[in-house]
């Protein structure tokens, strides 16, 4: 069971905007910022944004975050099939002396 | 280019202990910027993040895995390491190194490829 709360599965077609949502509590996403990581199979995490709503450099701007209250959310507009992947929340939580804590992932399928 | 790789035995008998490296090229470990993370994933299941440590030492654990792990820093090889003890199955994960840039932001902004480590007699 995971602290940060995503959907298991997210589907679209292409060209589609799809949205997948991350559900915390005040202890982490509530007061601090939010991470995206994209991964592909077979391989490492890459961060796809941080801090809420910035894109790393090289991150395509259909990639995008947003945060409000105690949950977060990653857009993907313009849904390609290379965008088929799991996607991972991540936030530091203030309790128990700070740990940092991952959603359970989301995988995207693009029809 | 920054780059990271880790090292370590691929396969180990539960209730010892889990010990891998990860190796920074391309960048010193030093740096003030940044902090050094392990993360897990067990097969065909999430990210779990295990703990981070700062080059000065500074360490910061995963409360569920704290009694068992040791994190721990050599500048000199530009290297820092993970020591997990008393392993059982439920350990067998793909182990990630990573860099952040502050323990309370989890930017994991560089990752190495990740090792398989398997728990088994």
């Known amino acids: 069971q995971s602290v940060l709360t995503q959907p298991p599965s997210a589907s679209g077609t292409p060209g589609q905007r799809v949205t997948i949502s991350c559900s915390g509590s005040?202890?982490?996403?509530?007061?601090?910022?939010v991470n995206w990581y994209q991964q592909l199979p077979g391989t490492a995490p890459k961060l796809l944004i941080y801090s809420n709503n910035q894109r790393p450099s090289g991150v395509p701007d259909r990639f995008s975050g947003s945060k409000s209250g105690t949950s977060a959310s990653l857009a993907i507009s313009g849904l390609q099939s290379e965008d088929e992947a799991d996607y991972y929340c991540a936030a530091w939580d203030d309790s128990l002396n700070g740990h940092v804590v991952f959603g359970g992932g989301t995988k995207l399928t693009v029809l | 280019q920054l780059q990271l790789q880790e090292s370590g035995p691929g396969l180990v008998k539960p209730s010892e202990t889990l010990s891998l490296t990860c190796t920074v090229s391309g960048g010193s470990i030093s740096s003030s910027s940044y902090y050094w993370g392990w993360i897990r994933q067990p097969p065909g299941k999430g990210l779990e993040w295990i703990g981070s440590?700062?080059?000065?030492?500074?360490?910061y654990y995963n409360p569920s895995l704290k009694s068992r792990v040791t994190i721990s820093v050599d500048t000199s090889k530009n290297q820092f390491s993970l020591k997990l003890s008393s392993v059982t199955a439920a350990d067998t994960a793909v182990y990630y190194c990573?860099?952040?840039?502050?323990?309370?932001?989890?930017?994991?902004?560089?990752w190495g490829q990740g090792t398989l480590v398997t728990v088994s007699s």
């Open positions: 005040s202890s982490n996403i509530g007061s601090n910022t």
């Open positions: 990573a860099r952040h840039v502050t323990v309370t932001r989890p930017n994991f902004d560089y």
């Open positions: 440590i700062y080059y000065s030492g500074s360490t």
